[in-house]
């Protein structure tokens, strides 16, 4: 339902993004994951056509229906919706005028546009407060009505830029039931975050960019494969060790020690631990506490992009 080919973009001699390809299919919620400075903002720009690609293209829609995305194409941006991280409300109109503001945007008016309000009120449960402005609303309040006013056209394809931004778990759980309930409804949904959590929790694929290049594209468990220890050992220790001596250990990736806490990746959990705590205890230290946890997706992540500062 959304298809980007080859995207590049360049600010002078800066490389922002660089031959970044992906898809959206009817039904799916991707995940597009990255650290700060990744290009991330840059290609939900050019996905959604609020920035020309130096190079590359992006398509909207299936078969007979599919479409370029350009800055003439009316009818290709129609089919898209976006919820950008910013909230893009009017403070003073009641909820259901805001949405009918951002549905005459598209063309909408009447008995169509009073039936799309109020389905997209009833969706992210802010029905009851239809006439209420959303300056007397809850940060989370806020948020789904967001979500309401990229619906209200009836898109297609749905972009969410980091749509949990600041609420709290209660109203993070309710974003997360609508944008499930639109997944059923067949909607192609394009969800970025910097919440690995919530990328597990939703996403049928995840891509990862970094640098402007896409780094990785798969289902989680596919993801989870590119590591290549699939499970983690947190060790708290009454000194320093050797990270050295350890680090030749067969099935032991290269560990960290933080503090008194010892932090190993593990290819084989029963079958490596016990040369790891032997050659611990070959150094004279005593283990004082021990937990293992299987690889998730932010070791995955951290893997791929580094654990230093984009700030």
């Known amino acids: ?31 597009l994951l990255g650290p700060n400075g990744a290009g991330k903002s840059t290609t939900v720009a050019m996905l959604c056509g609020l920035l020309a690609a130096d190079r590359g293209q992006v398509f909207v829609g299936e078969g007979g229906t599919r479409e370029p995305l350009c800055e003439e194409s009316r009818s290709a941006k129609r089919r898209i919706g976006v919820v950008p991280q910013e909230l893009s409300l009017y403070e003073t109109l009641g909820a259901a005028a805001n949405l009918e503001l951002f549905g005459a945007l598209y063309g909408m008016h009447g008995a169509v546009l009073r039936e799309r309000v ?59 039931d609508n944008l499930e309930e639109l997944r059923r409804r067949g909607k192609a949904l394009l969800y970025t975050t910097h919440y ?70 593990v290819a084989d959990l029963a079958r490596d631990t016990p040369a790891l705590l032997a050659a611990i205890a070959a150094q004279g230290r005593q283990i004082v506490r021990l937990r293992s946890a299987r690889a998730d997706l932010e070791d995955v992540f951290l893997s791929l992009t580094g654990r230093a500062l984009r700030d």
């Open 1 to 31: 339902m959304l298809e980007a080919h080859g995207l590049c973009k360049s600010y002078g001699d800066r490389t922002v993004v660089s031959e970044l390809s992906l898809s959206v299919r009817a039904g799916e919620i991707v995940g």
């Open 196 to 265: 690995m959590e919530e990328a597990e929790r939703l996403c049928d694929r995840i891509v990862i960019i970094d640098h402007g290049k896409v780094v990785a594209s798969d289902t989680l468990a596919g993801i989870e494969r590119l590591l290549p220890a699939t499970q983690s050992l947190e060790i708290e220790l009454d000194g320093t060790v050797d990270l050295d001596a350890l680090a030749g250990l067969p099935g032991i990736g290269r560990p960290e020690q933080r503090g008194q806490v010892l932090h190993a990746a």
């Open 118 to 176: 109020d389905a997209a009120l009833v969706l992210v449960g802010l029905a009851d407060r239809a006439k209420d402005k959303p300056a007397t609303f809850s940060g989370g309040m806020k948020r789904r009505l967001n979500i309401a006013a990229a619906l209200v056209h009836d898109p297609d394809v749905l972009i969410l830029d980091e749509p949990t931004v600041g609420v709290d778990p209660q109203s993070r759980n309710a974003i997360f």
